[in-house]
């Protein structure tokens, strides 16, 4: 059974700061899937990340995998208020079913 | 843009009353989905459809549950005696082509209150 762990759950930083949150998964997957959501919202899709190594860029995030590791890192640079969200990575399974991690709740403060 | 459209956006109802979710896919797509979310966890797969049938279910997905397509453009999800715990967002989602290919649309979801 694929496992999709995230760390932290819970980050609070300084606009300004950079940041990086972790998605670990435990089987081989096709693809890997970053996605945001504000309270009580849908899912945005930030990132579809589809071979090793690959690395997306889009303003202050930045997402790359490691399938080799199945590891993948999204990565903040400077921080600013407007990203306070929950954050989810999510792998593509059989079926193209997705597993998703935890989240991680970023609060980012004045 | 296309987007799947998700019907009521929040319903209230009475433990052990059926409820049915609607959802509209976008027009060209062929795998779907529905997810849920109870409230501050993670989102959690229900069941994948493609060709007029379940691809996967988890367990989850007990006997209580039911999908299905219509009419060719609807995709319903059906409860048939809702328990308090079945109380969270269920999103919808599509997708137009199978698995490692396409990317996947959610919709805004349906909030579901079991009283």
């Known amino acids: 059974e694929l496992k999709v762990e995230q760390n932290p759950l819970f980050l609070s930083m300084q606009e300004g700061k950079n940041y990086t949150i972790y998605c670990n998964y435990s089987?081989?997957?096709?693809?890997l899937y970053w996605y945001r959501q504000d309270p009580g919202k849908s899912l945005e899709s930030l990132f579809v990340?589809?071979?090793?190594?690959a690395v997306k860029q889009e303003g202050r995030l930045m997402a790359s995998l490691d399938t080799k590791a199945r590891l993948s890192t999204l990565h903040i640079t400077a921080a600013v208020h407007d990203l306070s969200a929950t954050y989810f990575c999510?792998?593509?399974?059989?079926?193209?079913?997705?597993?998703f991690g935890t989240g991680t709740r970023l609060q980012v403060t004045l | 843009e296309p987007e799947v459209t998700q019907t009521p956006s929040h319903q209230v109802t009475q433990m052990g009353q059926e409820v049915i979710l609607r959802c509209v896919p976008i027009?060209?797509?062929?795998?779907f989905y529905w997810y849920r979310q109870i409230l501050g966890q993670k989102v959690e797969f229900l069941v994948s459809?493609?060709?007029?049938?379940?691809?996967?279910k988890s367990e989850i997905f007990d006997d209580q549950f039911s999908v299905e397509r219509p009419d060719g453009s609807n995709f319903t999800l059906k409860i048939r005696s809702t328990k308090l715990e079945d109380s969270a967002m269920y999103f919808c989602?599509?997708?137009?082509?199978?698995?490692?290919?396409?990317?996947?649309?959610f919709g805004e979801g349906s909030r579901l209150t079991v009283l």
């Open positions: 989602a599509s997708k137009a082509s199978g698995r490692g290919t396409g990317e996947l649309f």
């Open positions: 089987t081989t997957s096709d693809r």
């Open positions: 990340l589809l071979s090793n190594g």
């Open positions: 999510a792998v593509e399974g059989t079926a193209s079913k997705l597993t």
């Open positions: 027009s060209n797509h062929l795998y």
């Open positions: 459809f493609y060709n007029n049938e379940i691809s996967e």
